[in-house]
């Protein structure tokens, strides 16, 4: 596609429930990267993959969260038992290769009521 | 003590004035400085990047690093209300960028 598609684009749900996100990544680009925006500040790196593989998942803050990436395009960010402290901005990005510049989507917007 | 300080803001200039917006850094290891501009409920979108230290230019806007001094600046020139948004500074090192705060600009006409 012609940028990183990001779905849904707003997402509210119960607390202990569990939720799905999904980015599409521009074609053909090998890193796929998850970072988490909460209100008034910047970008917290999550998860990074290289094709199918997560090469650095250090940024996931606890067990509740985990991300796939089965066919080294479409990457799902998945969390258990969601938190209120969960509600953020859910951001994924996308590069040719590393060391390479991102291509961010424009997040999918979560509330934990 | 963050890694990446960076001031908040909010800043108002008037349409047409140079904007200088900063940060500094604690982590000599960062290898790829870079600026990025976020508009309301959209993504980051990236502006600048550079790795070394000295200035790059792209049209109206001049990224600086000075690595001794840890610190990197962002040069709007002829500032436009369409430059109205929040500025992210990003360090890079090993795939994995440390944004600061962001500034939040507004260009008054």
């Known amino acids: 596609g012609a940028g990183v598609s990001q779905t849904p684009s707003n997402k509210v749900t119960e607390k202990g429930k569990y939720v799905e996100l999904r980015c599409d990544p521009i074609?053909?680009?090998?890193?796929l990267y998850w970072y988490r925006q909460s209100l008034g500040q910047g970008p917290e790196f999550l998860i990074y993959?290289?094709?199918?593989?997560?090469?650095?998942d250090s940024g996931l803050p606890n067990d509740r969260f985990f991300a796939v990436r089965p066919e080294g395009s479409v990457s799902t960010l998945k969390i258990q038992r969601t938190e209120r402290g969960d509600s953020a901005v859910y951001l994924c990005?996308?590069?040719?290769?590393?060391?390479?510049?991102?291509?961010f989507g424009s997040g999918t917007r979560l509330t934990v009521v | 003590q963050k890694e990446v300080e960076q001031d908040p803001g909010p800043l108002s200039v008037p349409e047409g004035a140079i904007v200088s917006l900063n940060c500094t850094y604690s982590?000599?290891?960062?290898?790829?400085f870079m600026w990025y501009r976020q508009y309301s409920r959209k993504g980051p979108e990236l502006l600048m990047y550079?790795?070394?230290?000295g200035n790059k230019e792209d049209g109206r806007f001049t990224a600086q690093v000075d690595k001794s001094s840890k610190y990197i600046s962002l040069f709007i020139r002829d500032s436009q209300p369409s430059d109205s948004a929040t500025y992210l500074c990003?360090?890079?090192?090993?795939?994995?960028?440390?944004f600061g705060t962001g500034t939040r600009l507004t260009i008054i006409p």
């Open positions: 550079t790795y070394s230290s």
């Open positions: 990005a996308s590069s040719p290769d590393r060391g390479q510049g991102y291509t």
């Open positions: 982590n000599s290891a960062f290898q790829y």
């Open positions: 993959f290289q094709g199918t593989g997560a090469a650095d």
């Open positions: 990003a360090m890079h090192l090993n795939e994995k960028l440390t």
């Open positions: 074609s053909g680009h090998t890193a």
